[in-house]
């Protein structure tokens, strides 16, 4: 195993990626995709069982861009192959894309079951 890829290498993975997903879902995506080389803990996160964030959306002033975190993947999945790293990263992906089109439907469901996973996170260390 080669290790995990660099961040140039997750980035291109990126690329592809959001060629793969319809135009219509970068409407109002001013700031597209960011990736952030730092890892960042969850504000919840319990010390002994580390929640990372992998991603999130974000909306501003100056508008709306959706955050990968590529110190947080490194960290979660180390010793993996490229190929489960890739499927993590389209998985995340979607996630906050399901994140930035329900904000423009002015839905939340998503929402509510990110705060149900993090309950039971919360719940099961305890």
């Given at each position: ?60 002033i100056t508008g709306r861009h ?61």
């Amino acid at each position: 195993m080669a290790g995990f890829p660099s961040i140039e290498e997750v980035n291109d993975i990126l690329d592809e990626i959001s060629l793969e997903i319809p135009k219509e879902f970068f409407k109002d995506l001013n700031e597209g995709i960011v990736l952030l080389p730092e890892f960042k803990f969850h504000k919840m996160n319990k010390k002994e069982y580390p929640l990372y964030v992998l991603g999130e959306y974000h909306r501003s002033i100056t508008g709306r861009h959706i955050r990968i975190y590529y110190g947080s993947f490194e960290k979660v999945y180390p010793n993996c192959t490229n190929e489960f790293i890739r499927d993590k990263l389209k998985e995340t992906l979607l996630h906050e894309f399901t994140h930035h089109l329900e904000s423009l439907a002015g839905e939340s469901d998503l929402e509510k079951e990110d705060k149900d996973q993090l309950r039971k996170y919360l719940n099961r260390w305890e």
